[in-house]
C-alpha cells in the first residue's frame, strides 16, 4: 500500500472543534462549545467572504427583531462535527425561527456569528428575498451529511 | 386566528394567499393574510437545502 497525499479527515473535524491553532489564537475560558447568533439581511446589504464579523450596517431592522437576531437554539448551537468520506461537517441543531416579527424591506440572508469569540462571523446564507408581516420566519436547516450539512470541510 | 399588524383577526374575514420557491438552493414557503387590499400578514418558511463547503487542499512538497 502506498503513501498517499492528504489533510487528515480527522484534522477537518477537529478544526471545526477549534482544537488546532496555527497563527495566535484565543484564551477558550471553556471546553464547552461556543454560543452563536443568526442575524438577518437586507437585499441591498454586502456581507459575504470578505467580512469578518456581525455588523449592524445592512442589518434588518422592525417590529420584534431585536439588532443582532437570534441565539441558535438547543441544548448546543451545532451537531457535534463528525466526517464522512473525507469531508467534515456540521449543523445547527434546531431551525432558526424569528417570531412574530415585520421586516418589510427585502431581505435575503442570514449571517451566523460567534458570539462567545467577538461576533467573529462563521458564514452567510442567502435565499430568496423575502419580508415579514406581523408573522413568523422560519429557517430550517439542511440534512446534516457530508453533501448538505450547513457547514462542511472537504 | 391569525396574528395581524390590527391583532388577532378570525381568518374568516380575510383573503389568503400561499405560494413556494423550490431551488437547488431552498425549499420556501409562504402565506400572506390580506384585509380589503391590505397586507396584514405575511410569514414565510424557508427550508435550506445545503450549507457551504470549504476545501482543504494539501500542496506538494518541493514543486
Same mark, same amino acid.
Given at each position: ?30 471546553? /464547552? +462549545? ?7 439581511? &437586507? #437585499? %441591498? *446589504? ?8 456581525? !455588523? ?36 445547527? /441543531? +434546531? ?7 415585520? &421586516? #418589510? %424591506? *427585502? ?8 458570539? !462567545? ?38 | ?63
Amino acid at each position: 500500500m502506498a503513501n498517499s497525499q492528504a489533510i487528515a479527515t480527522s484534522f477537518k473535524v477537529e478544526v471545526l472543534n477549534g482544537i488546532h491553532a496555527f497563527g495566535t489564537s484565543v484564551v477558550r475560558a471553556a471546553t /464547552t +462549545a461556543d454560543s452563536f447568533k443568526a442575524a438577518l439581511y &437586507l #437585499t %441591498t *446589504a454586502t456581507i459575504g467572504a470578505a467580512s469578518t464579523a456581525y !455588523t449592524a450596517t445592512g442589518e434588518v431592522s422592525g417590529t420584534g427583531y431585536t439588532a443582532g437576531g437570534v441565539d441558535l437554539t438547543g441544548a448546543v448551537d451545532w451537531i457535534a462535527p463528525a466526517s464522512s468520506g473525507t469531508t467534515a461537517f456540521s449543523t445547527c /441543531t +434546531a431551525s432558526i425561527v424569528y417570531t412574530t416579527v415585520t &421586516l #418589510t %424591506t *427585502a431581505f435575503d440572508a442570514v449571517m451566523i456569528y460567534n458570539s !462567545t469569540q467577538s461576533n467573529k462571523m462563521v458564514g452567510c446564507y442567502t435565499f430568496g428575498s423575502q419580508t415579514i408581516t406581523a408573522g413568523i420566519l422560519t429557517l430550517t436547516m439542511p440534512t446534516n451529511d457530508s453533501s448538505t450539512g450547513l457547514m462542511r470541510i472537504s | 386566528m391569525v396574528t395581524t399588524i390590527y391583532g388577532d383577526m378570525d381568518e374568516a374575514m380575510l383573503e389568503k394567499k400561499t405560494g413556494v420557491v423550490d431551488n437547488d438552493n431552498e425549499h420556501t414557503t409562504w402565506v400572506e393574510y390580506w384585509l380589503k387590499g391590505e397586507l396584514v400578514h405575511r410569514s414565510a418558511h424557508v427550508a435550506l437545502k445545503k450549507g457551504l463547503s470549504a476545501l482543504c487542499e494539501t500542496a506538494s512538497l518541493g514543486g
